[in-house]
């Protein structure tokens, strides 16, 4: 589905990443694992067509993704949350699902605002609220919900666990488990590995820009070898 293979990337003078490869399959979870500064943010970046390739190729559902903008590659059919969730600060919660609504238009059963309301209740208590005045587990909900409405037929997130109470954590847990059934193919990177490798089907794990480690969830929680060594679990 998404196809990454040997890309090179970085910022200005600074290369991060060396030749890495991934692939993402239809209606699997693909975790994205490594130490922080690994290069996992910047291999999302450049996915999503917000860092340029400088090596390699990109490809989704067979169609080259290089070159292309970010609006467009998220038109072709992939939602990212970024690290940051890039709520907008000074529109409602509901300005800011309008938002994702009006640019993309909802297939036949797809995400509309009452199925993503339906999927986080909260929000649906918070529409009036501005951007700025949620929780982190309410922006990270909002940040999802946004997402959705994209309608995508992949889902990248950029730790969505990042800061938040471990009650939100297992609320974000049992969300994503819920997309994952309903068949939503993802790529999730996170620091949290049982949070990650509970959902995941696949992974790799991701040193100094380069790939170090493939197999299935199962695999890698049973190789406390792999984990001691790439992720000091
Ligand atoms: N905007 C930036 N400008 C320069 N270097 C950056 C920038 N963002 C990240 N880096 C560097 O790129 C490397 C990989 O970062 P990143 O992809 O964010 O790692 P990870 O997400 O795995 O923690 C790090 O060494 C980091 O310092
Ligand atoms: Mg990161």
Same mark, same amino acid.
């Given at each position: 589905?998404?196809?990454?293979?040997?890309?090179?990337?970085?910022?200005?003078?600074?290369?991060?990443?060396?030749?890495?490869?991934?692939?993402?399959?239809?209606?699997?979870?693909?975790?994205?694992?490594?130490?922080?500064?690994?290069?996992?943010?910047? #291999?999302?970046?450049?996915?999503?067509? /917000?860092? %340029?390739?400088? &090596?390699?190729?990109? @490809?989704?559902? $067979?169609?080259?993704? =290089?070159?292309?903008?970010?609006?467009?590659?998220?038109?072709?059919?992939?939602?990212?949350?970024?690290?940051?969730?890039?709520?907008?600060?000074?529109?409602?919660?509901?300005?800011?699902?309008?938002?994702?609504?009006?640019?993309?238009?909802?297939?036949?059963?797809?995400? #509309?605002?009452?199925?993503?309301?339906? /999927?986080? %209740?909260?929000? &649906?208590?918070?529409? @009036?609220?501005? $951007?700025?005045?949620? =929780?982190?587990?309410?922006?990270?909900?909002?940040?999802?919900?946004?997402?959705?409405?994209?309608?995508?037929?992949?889902?990248?997130?950029?730790?969505?666990?990042?800061?938040?109470?471990?009650?939100?954590?297992?609320?974000?847990?049992?969300?994503?488990?819920?997309?994952?059934?309903?068949?939503?193919?993802?790529? /999730?990177?996170?620091?949290?590995?049982?949070?990650?490798?509970?959902?995941?089907?696949?992974?790799?794990?991701?040193?100094?820009?380069?790939?170090?480690?493939?197999?299935?969830?199962?695999?890698?929680?049973?190789?406390?070898?792999?984990?001691?060594?790439?992720?000091?679990?």
């Amino acid at each position: 589905m998404l196809d990454v293979s040997d890309i090179a990337s970085g910022y200005g003078e600074t290369q991060v990443l060396y030749g890495l490869s991934l692939k993402a399959e239809p209606g699997r979870v693909l975790a994205v694992l490594g130490r922080n500064g690994a290069g996992k943010s910047t #291999t999302l970046k450049t996915i999503m067509g /917000l860092l %340029p390739l400088r &090596g390699g190729t990109v @490809s989704f559902e $067979g169609r080259p993704i =290089s070159g292309r903008t970010p609006f467009d590659i998220a038109r072709m059919g992939i939602a990212y949350v970024p690290e940051t969730r890039d709520i907008f600060p000074s529109l409602t919660v509901k300005e800011n699902l309008e938002l994702a609504a009006r640019r993309f238009p909802c297939p036949p059963g797809g995400w #509309t605002m009452d199925r993503a309301i339906a /999927l986080f %209740p909260r929000l &649906g208590e918070r529409l @009036s609220n501005g $951007g700025n005045e949620l =929780s982190g587990g309410e922006a990270q909900m909002l940040a999802i919900a946004r997402a959705l409405l994209m309608n995508p037929r992949l889902l990248i997130l950029d730790e969505p666990t990042e800061g938040l109470a471990p009650i939100i954590v297992r609320l974000i847990h049992d969300k994503l488990a819920e997309l994952k059934h309903q068949g939503l193919s993802m790529v /999730l990177v996170e620091q949290n590995f049982g949070f990650a490798t509970s959902l995941a089907d696949d992974v790799v794990v991701v040193s100094k820009g380069q790939v170090v480690w493939r197999g299935t969830a199962a695999e890698i929680r049973a190789d406390t070898e792999a984990q001691h060594k790439w992720l000091g679990v």
